[in-house]
T-cell receptor, first 112, second 116 residues
Framework: GQQVMQIPQYQHVQEGEDFTTYCNSS?????IQWYKQRPGGHPVFLIQ?????EVKKQKRLTFQFGEAKKNSSLHITATQTTDVGTYFCAGPSRRGYQKVTFGTGTKLQVIP | EAEVAQSPRYKITEKSQAVAFWCDPISGHATLYWYRQILGQGPELLVQ????????DSQLPKDRFSAERLKGVDSTLKIQPAELGDSAMYLC??????????????FGPGTRLTVL
């Protein structure tokens, strides 16, 4: 079945440093979604990328979809303590309906 | 802003007991999902409904888990009997229509289950 892996599993950064998480799928994705889960909270949808090579920005967050639509990245510039949480990518496989497989997640800790 | 509602938020039970979780999706959302999330891992899909029909329950342990969405609106997930390994967060999510390629999911707050 489809597998979605993320690296790193954990990342500790000093506040103000940049952070990047990478997402790799075993199969080609129709689109890629990114979610953020705060400690003790539930996943919250951040963004969706659809086109090959697409790049989208949300303030300090930059999301990129690979040319082959099998990988993606999330880059945070100048991290803040509010960025703390686990970031998940999620890749739908198209089988007549969308079944979304979540990645393994990257847990970000920001040290003030 | 509309939200997915879940209850209870926390549940503690003893093994071999029955537990049930309830989810009310965002109004108008045709697709409803139940996920299980073990601490430190990503959500794992248990069952997916399109309206009142199950479209995927391949990862649902059917000997002890059951799910229904009788009127295509709210849904109940049941575990009977509960086992120690069932301790996890149970998340419900909904979306407009999973047949749409750009469909996105909205999650509820979850039910934290502890089996003693």
């Amino acid at each position: 079945g489809q597998q979605v892996m993320q690296i790193p599993q954990y990342q500790h950064v000093q506040e103000g440093e940049d952070f990047t998480t990478y997402c790799n799928s075993s199969t080609t994705l129709s689109n890629i979604q990114w979610y953020k889960q705060r400690p003790g909270g539930h996943p919250v949808f951040l963004i969706q990328l659809v086109k090959s090579g697409e790049v989208k920005k949300q303030k300090r967050l930059t999301f990129q979809f690979g040319e082959a639509k099998k990988n993606s990245s999330l880059h945070i510039t100048a991290t803040q303590t509010t960025d703390v949480g686990t970031y998940f990518c999620a890749g739908p496989s198209r089988r007549g309906y969308q079944k979304v497989t979540f990645g393994t997640g990257t847990k970000l800790q920001v040290i003030p | 802003e509309a939200e997915v509602a879940q209850s209870p938020r926390y549940k503690i039970t003893e093994k071999s007991q029955a537990v049930a979780f309830w989810c009310d999706p965002i109004s108008g959302h045709a697709t409803l999902y139940w996920y299980r999330q073990i601490l430190g891992q990503g959500p794992e899909l248990l069952v997916q409904f399109q309206d009142e029909s199950v479209v995927d329950d391949s990862q649902l342990p059917k000997d002890r888990f059951s799910a229904e969405r009788l009127k295509g609106v709210d849904s109940t997930l049941k575990i009977q009997p509960a086992e120690l390994g069932d301790s996890a967060m149970y998340l419900c999510a909904s979306s407009w229509d999973s047949n749409t390629p750009t469909d996105t999911q909205y999650f509820g707050p979850g039910t934290r289950l502890t089996v003693l």
